[in-house]
């Protein structure tokens, strides 16, 4: 197997190569020897297949416990609600870390190799959709505008386009406003 290289960024490093829950999955009894099943040597770290996989579930577990409880908001209208939960999802995609965009594009191309990878990803986005299909008059304009951010973020992410930080920012103030439009 190919060696992969450990980032420099020591929060992500953390992440990636030492909770031992996830080295737990793959049969280490620590956070210590699944770096070492793994095949970490001074920066450095031959990955095998149980440690990538749970390496891979715990970045996307990362990624998607910051909008976990987006959907839950118990209070207010559908249609409220609806506008609260879009603008908590713009402003999470558009404020989006580097390190995290990183993480992102890492596991589009890891789930090319393994398409099960991104069922939790996938659990997540129809439970968003469905929330926002329960409004009575704006549905439709509501799964719009959210698919039309996530597009643009996939668009970034795969480097199919490159927006500058004004027309982010134009784009984004145009989303919320159509946001505040479903509002009754």
């Known amino acids: 197997m190919v060696p992969h290289e ?5 929060r ?17 009894s620590d956070a210590r020897e699944g770096r070492l099943r793994g095949g970490y040597i001074e920066g450095w770290a031959v990955i095998s297949l149980p440690l990538k996989d749970a390496l891979l579930q715990g970045l996307l577990e990362h990624l998607l416990e ?4 987006f959907i839950e908001d118990p209070c207010a209208e559908n249609e409220k609600s ?10 999470a995609d558009f404020d ?35 929330a926002l299909s329960e409004s009575k008059h704006a549905a439709a304009q509501a799964q719009t505008i959210f698919l039309a951010s996530q597009g643009l973020q996939f668009l970034q992410l795969l480097g ?17 406003k159509l946001i505040e439009e479903l509002q009754p």
Not at 66 to 69: C, E, F, I, L, T
């Open 6 to 10: 450990v980032g420099t960024n020591p």
């Open 12 to 28: 992500a490093h953390s992440r990636c190569s030492g909770q031992s829950d996830r080295a737990r999955r793959c049969g280490a």
């Open 66 to 69: 910051n909008r976990a409880g």
């Open 82 to 91: 609806n506008a609260a939960l879009l603008n908590r999802l713009i402003d």
């Open 96 to 130: 989006l870390p580097k390190d995290e965009r990183i993480m992102a594009q890492g596991l589009i191309a890891a789930s090319a190799e393994n398409p099960d990878l991104l069922t939790p990803a996938r659990e997540h986005v129809a439970a968003v959709f469905s």
């Open 160 to 176: 199919l386009l490159s927006l500058t930080q004004p027309e982010q920012k134009q784009i984004r103030r145009h989303l919320k």
